[in-house]
């Protein structure tokens, strides 16, 4: 199971940490992410790595974001940065696993995250 978890209000300009923990632990995912997903609009990438440690941005946060992982806390981190209202979201925790070109996903509960003064 993933538990994501991290979110909150936060202003502009300010930052926040969001927690992904797997309780089977996370090595055997081969990318682990994060996607947002708004209120009628579709979940969408935003940051992603594998388990090599490559990453992968959407451009909205290149420069902003930073997502990590650490294999003995079973736990990926989103460290956002410099957030903007557009960042408002609900924001989801994903792992998945690539074997013969299928991909099995696993999904977090959503963590809100809400960017206002």
């Known amino acids: 199971q993933l538990q994501a978890s991290g979110g909150g209000l936060v202003q502009p300009g300010g930052s926040l940490r969001l927690f992904c923990a797997a309780s089977?632990?996370?090595?055997?995912?081969?990318?682990m992410g994060w996607y947002r997903q708004a209120p009628g609009k579709q979940r969408e990438l935003v940051a992603a790595?594998?388990?090599?440690?490559?990453?992968n941005y959407a451009d909205s946060v290149k420069g902003r974001f930073t997502i990590s992982r650490d294999n003995a806390e079973n736990t990926v981190y989103l460290q956002m940065n410099r957030l903007k209202p557009d960042d408002t979201d609900v924001y989801y925790c994903?792992?998945?696993?690539?074997?013969?070109?299928?991909?099995?996903?696993?999904w977090g509960q959503g963590t809100l995250v809400t960017v206002s003064s």
């Open positions: 790595i594998t388990s090599a440690g490559t990453t």
């Open positions: 089977g632990g996370i090595s055997s995912f081969n990318v």
């Open positions: 994903n792992a998945a696993r690539i074997t013969i070109g299928v991909r099995t996903n696993f």
